[in-house]
């Protein structure tokens, strides 16, 4: 099955600077690319997503960018504000095979100093 | 709101015991996962139902058992509770498959504390 590392675990930026997380899959034939963020106790929320016909999505301060060849997608954040601190999650879903499921990495916690 | 419900928001129980969680997915959604999140573990998928049928099984215990009805909503029974069980259990739902574009929405979660 497939299998997603996320890096760092936590990353703590000054507010205003910019964040970037890394996601690495192993499964070739995964096609969706989605990040989440967490804020604690509550539902992870969809903040943007990559399918694997694109390289690059913007939107607004943040971006994601994927490398099918090397099988790694990252969170780009710019312009880091106090409402950024939560945990984020990269996952990647498979194409085909009857399941459908999200697999998630371990989250990163962004922490954003004032 | 992601138009995602669950009930209960908050469970606590002793163990062995078994609970229900329940879940109604969002409007036309056709798929239903539930998710265990728990602190050394993330986020981990239990279980995928599209349209009554079981699609996707991923790291769900013996222990557990979902099942979705024919109006679309879901119920995931967790049996022979132990301390470990203690997490937040999330549903989620989309209109079909991710490999079909489609995009998971996540309920807010059901708390279960297993005393």
């Known amino acids: 099955g497939e299998n997603v590392e996320q890096h760092p675990s936590t990353l703590s930026v000054q507010e205003g600077d910019s964040a970037v997380i890394k996601c690495t899959y192993s499964?070739?034939?995964?096609?969706?690319f989605p990040w989440y963020k967490q804020e604690l106790g509550k539902r992870p929320q969809l903040i943007i997503d990559?399918?694997?016909?694109?390289g690059e999505k913007k939107d607004q301060r943040i971006a994601v960018t994927l490398n099918k060849t090397a099988k790694h997608f990252s969170l780009h954040i710019t312009e880091t504000q106090p409402e950024d601190s939560a945990v984020y999650f990269c996952?990647?879903?498979?194409?085909?095979?009857?399941?459908?499921?999200?697999?998630f990495g371990k989250g990163t916690h962004l922490i954003i100093q004032p | 709101d992601s138009g995602v419900t669950q009930t209960p928001k908050h469970l606590i129980t002793a163990t062995g015991q078994r609970v229900t969680l329940r879940c109604s997915p969002r409007?036309?959604?056709?798929?239903v996962y539930w998710y265990q999140q728990s602190l050394d573990q993330g986020l981990q998928f239990l279980i995928q139902?599209?349209?009554?049928?079981?699609?996707a099984k991923g790291n769900i215990l013996e222990r557990f058992s979902a099942q979705q009805f024919p109006d679309l909503h879901s119920e995931l029974n967790l049996s022979s509770l132990e301390l470990g069980d203690s997490a937040l259990y999330f549903c989620?739902?989309?209109?079909?498959?991710?490999?079909?574009?489609?995009?998971?929405?996540f309920g807010e979660g059901s708390w279960l504390t297993v005393v």
């Open positions: 989620a739902s989309s209109l079909g498959g991710t490999s079909s574009g489609n995009t998971i929405y």
């Open positions: 499964d070739s034939a995964s096609n969706y």
């Open positions: 990559i399918r694997s016909n694109v």
């Open positions: 996952a990647a879903a498979r194409s085909g095979g009857g399941a459908d499921g999200l697999t």
């Open positions: 409007s036309g959604d056709l798929s």
């Open positions: 139902y599209y349209n009554g049928e079981e699609r």
